[in-house]
Every structure is written in C-alpha cells, then in structure tokens.
C-alpha cells in the first residue's frame, strides 16, 4: 500500500511518479514565469520613471524655449523702437548657445 492508502500496483504507481513528475515541472514553470513577470514588472518601472524624468525634461526645455521667445520678441520690439542697432541685437544673439538673450 501507498501512503495514502492506495493498493500498490504497478501501473498506480506509475500514475503516481507521472502525477508527481509532472507537478514539479509545473510549479518550476510556474516559478520561472513569476520571475519573468517581476523581472518585467520591475522594468517597466524603471520606463515608466524615466518617461516621467524625460517628460520633465521636456516642460522645463519648452519653457525656457518660450520664455527665451518672448524675450527675443521684447528686444526686437524695443529694436523696432529704436532702442538698440539691429548688429548690436543680432550680435546679442549669437553670443547665447542656442540664440538666447538676456
């Protein structure tokens, strides 16, 4: 007899081995997908924090974008005025990376 109580006989006991052999690829397929899924769940993480970083990144560039313009726009207002020579004004803005001026 088997622990269980079931008469041994070959072809049970056969049944058995298949049953318990079977059930431990199983649960070693199960554990490998539940790494794989916090593997996964883990870099997507990481993604979505960087796209947080970067979407970040992008607001603050587009501001100083738009603040360098209306800067830009103010200074040929007051060119427009006749406050400032279009060399100094062009000058002015060369001498920034990216065309920035004060």
């Given at each position: 007899m088997l622990n269980d109580g079931v008469p041994l006989?070959?072809?049970?006991?056969?049944?058995k081995n298949k049953y318990v052999r079977e059930k431990h690829e199983l649960e070693?397929?199960?554990g490998e997908l539940e790494r794989w899924i916090a593997e996964t769940e883990a870099e997507n993480e990481r993604i979505g924090q960087k796209l947080v970083s970067i979407r970040e990144e992008l607001e603050q560039a587009e501001a100083q974008h738009e603040r360098s313009g209306e800067a830009r726009?103010?200074?040929?207002?007051?060119y427009a005025r006749g406050g400032e020579s279009m060399v100094d004004f062009a000058q002015d803005c060369f001498r920034r990376p990216?065309?920035?001026?004060?």
């Open positions: 006989n070959p072809d049970i006991l056969a049944l070693e397929k199960a726009v103010a200074k040929e207002n007051e990216g065309g920035q001026r004060n």
